[in-house]
């Protein structure tokens, strides 16, 4: 193809362009105030050029001169720098093989029949396939090929980038090493690595560090995406980058299995972030004719620092990665019943619960563990999804009824992907749990982890949550997921094929999902996993929420949900007003700073509303109902971090604006104070500078002294306003309402 323009996607006010200009083997893509580029060297090598703020369509990419020289346009390779520097060593790769001198982490290893472990991937060729630049590399003497894929959002400049590999020769080859993307930024020695990290119970804690030729990994070995570390980075520039300016590089990868993202300089100090399957215990022998496809890797650039990087990829998670996109429901408010009877579930008790949860204005019901089979603790019927007929005589039925004449609709908690020992499931395939034979079983939480990767497993799980929702009016499912993998093995295929397991079984469990979805188009799911255990852009695009942190203490929670919100949107992120003392911490919070803390995000309640006293109602009430009026603006709108909620600050500050700027709310919470505080106002954001807006506050009351009922948008980004707030853990909340 010698030349060739292609509208990538198109809207009204917004269009994306792949470019491969003629005469020249250098391709572009922009979109939405971002250009990336690459271009063929004179070697063959598919080297990066650019990634960041846009360039002009005819700004010059590469320095030789066409006019001048009468030559193609080229990108020259550079040569050796020395013994210890070949050139392989030393040129840049859009995706790298594992050879030639390459001394930096390849985009893919392998092994061929014989033995050889040189890989060294050059053009071939490219294509405009829709939406898709398609760029074939190939290895320079083996029938082996990588195809490259490249797409650019207009209206974000988001990139989703993946990458195949194909075996063209008449024996196995086997893959050691695989990533979707490798991405290349030029060099400097002032980009810090910003990540998200944590525990169970203490996840989405924010890092940095300096990137160095130290390499940062951040990984799972887990087998699902793990609490430690998210496949998620933010390149930022020390003493440049801000929260709200500066250049900001970022990304996702949209895999929900065992991953490995690296970070750090290469030996001329330029930075590469490479992302995909962690080759940790992986291998996959492709067949001959056989192709192995990596997951998605989105990545993106702002010039608007972290907070203009986050509500970005907010904006194009929503519109390209959510089930619904743009057009999906907000989240509704939900009560879930295991706070008030853990394994304790019957029918008569369950009835009441929903007549408490009614009465404050829920509008889903959700009965969690202990519905089913021989379920009284953690210990048993864990697979036998079936309803227990001792606490439900006559099905669920009877109390899905009752939950819809109170005008909830009704959910079910589920964790199919696990079984007890205990169970007549393992009793009937013991065979069907990641084993070794011969070698110990262990047990999470008194559970064994199903085979996914087998196609029995997942037909028969399939069925079973098919007959489940089918049988009964289930609106919503939360799909819980309490243990990591332990003994890994596959013993049913053969032993070249057993570390397939990591892809197979992630495969599997989209398949379950994306074919429960298409069979009851209106079924809902919670994606769970004791908290934020499984939380990425996989599985985001076959769920309508996630459950962030088992840790529901509403002030851990603001910096839960802080960090979450990084690189996830709100429109997705449940938070809970739970009992207190929290079990988490044993602190004690007031029920109107719990609730606060939730309405940032999709509230839930999950107190045991058997112990509430008629005031606590009449005050979640209120909350519930103030809820309603802004849930729009909170789960779809703008996020803006004006104080963010930090272990060494008293105070913190969020505010939201809906996408047409006609409503805003600001919460301000106060963690601790002291006698005499005299606090600076706090600077609402994203406001329209020259409308007009009322402010109330939330819930009700009166405004605080000097805070006038009406005034621009520029008036309150430029004087703020403070609230009043006085001792530990209390909060308020501020509503602007644009006035015609």
Not at 76 to 83: H, I, R, V
Request: with cysteine.
């Amino acid at each position: 193809m010698a030349s060739a323009v292609v509208a990538a996607f198109s809207g009204v006010d917004a269009q994306a362009k792949v470019t491969a200009p003629a005469g020249a083997r250098i391709f572009r893509l922009d979109g939405a105030g971002v250009t990336y580029a690459m271009g063929v060297d004179d070697k063959g090598y598919l080297q990066p050029l650019y990634w960041g703020a846009p360039l002009a369509p005819g700004d010059p990419l590469v320095s030789t001169d066409p006019v001048k020289t009468g030559d193609p346009v080229l990108v020259k390779a550079p040569g050796e720098l020395s013994g210890f520097d070949p050139a392989g060593s030393v040129t840049l790769q859009e995706y790298p093989g594992q050879g030639e001198g390459l001394v930096n982490d390849p985009g893919i290893k392998t092994i061929f029949a014989d033995g050889n472990r040189d890989l060294v991937l050059k053009y071939k060729s490219h294509s405009v396939r829709g939406e898709t630049l398609v760029i074939e590399l190939a290895d320079i003497n083996r029938p082996l090929t990588v195809t490259l894929r490249y797409t650019i959002d207009p209206d974000t400049g988001v990139l989703a980038r993946s990458a195949s590999v194909r075996n063209g020769d008449s024996r196995p080859v086997r893959v050691d090493q695989i990533a979707s993307a490798v991405f290349t930024l030029p060099v400097s020695d002032d980009y810090r690595l910003h990540y998200l990290t944590g525990r169970h119970a203490a996840e989405w804690t924010k890092k940095d560090v300096a990137i160095t030729p130290a390499l940062t990994v951040l990984e799972s070995r887990r087998g699902s995406t793990g609490h430690g570390n998210n496949p998620y980075f933010a390149i930022g520039k020390d003493g440049v980058t801000s929260e709200d300016a500066g250049p900001v590089w970022y990304g996702a990868l949209a895999w929900s299995g065992s991953f490995r993202v690296s970070v750090g300089q290469d030996n001329l100090g330029r930075i590469r972030i490479m992302g995909g399957y962690n080759p940790y215990d992986f291998s996959w022998t492709l067949k001959p004719g056989e192709t192995l496809d990596t997951p998605v890797f989105y990545a993106g650039y702002s010039n608007a620092g972290m907070g203009g990087a986050s509500r970005t990829f907010h904006k194009f998670e929503i519109a390209h990665i959510l089930p619904g996109g743009e057009k999906a429901k907000p989240r509704p408010v939900v009560y879930n019943s295991w706070e008030a009877t853990a394994f304790d579930v019957t029918e008569i008790g369950q009835e009441a619960l929903a007549e408490k949860a009614a009465r404050i204005g829920v509008e889903r019901f959700v009965v969690d563990d202990g519905w089913f089979g021989a379920r009284n603790s953690d210990k048993a019927g864990l697979g036998d999804w079936t309803v227990n007929r001792t606490k439900f005589p006559n099905g669920l039925k009877p109390l899905i009824d009752k939950v819809h004449t109170l005008g909830m609709d009704f959910g079910l908690w589920v964790e199919p992907e696990m079984v007890n020992v205990d169970s007549d499931l393992y009793r009937a395939h013991p065979d069907w749990v990641l084993n070794y034979p011969g070698r110990p079983r262990t047990e999470g939480r008194n559970q064994l982890v199903l085979n996914l990767a087998r196609t029995d497993v997942r037909d028969h799980l399939l069925g079973v949550l098919d007959k489940l929702v089918a049988e009964n009016d289930i609106a919503f499912l939360k799909w819980d997921y309490n243990r990591n993998w332990t003994e890994a093995g596959w013993p049913q295929v053969a032993v070249q094929d057993q570390q397939r397991v990591y892809v197979e079984y992630v495969r599997n469990l989209y398949y379950i999902l994306s074919e429960l979805r298409r069979r009851h188009p209106k079924l809902e799911i919670e994606g769970c996993s004791g908290g934020g255990g499984r939380v990425d852009l996989g599985i985001l695009g076959l769920t309508d929420e996630v459950w962030p942190s088992d840790n529901t203490d509403p002030a851990d929670r603001l910096m839960i949900q802080d960090g979450f919100t990084q690189a996830y949107p709100v429109a997705v992120m449940m938070a809970w007003v739970t009992d207190s003392p929290n079990w988490a911490n044993t602190r004690t919070t007031s029920l109107d700073y719990r609730f606060l803390s939730s309405m940032q995000g999709g509230l839930g309640i999950g107190a045991n509303l058997d112990k509430w006293k008629d005031e606590d109602f009449t005050t979640a009430s209120k909350w519930v109902a103030a809820y309603k009026t802004i849930r729009q603006t909170v789960q779809r709108g703008q996020l803006y971090r004006i104080d963010p909620p930090v272990r060494d600050n008293a105070s913190s500050a969020t505010m939201y604006v809906s996408q047409d700027k006609r409503q805003g709310v600001m919460f301000q919470m106060l963690h601790s104070s002291m006698w005499r505080d005299n606090p600076a106002p706090n600077h609402p954001k994203g406001l329209d500078p020259a409308r007009s807006y009322a402010v109330s506050v939330l819930g009700g009351g009166a405004l605080p002294d000097g805070v006038p009922a009406r005034a621009s948008g520029a008036y309150w980004m430029e004087r703020g306003l403070r609230a009043p707030l006085k001792g530990d853990f209390v909060g308020t909340a501020f509503v602007f309402e644009m006035k015609d």
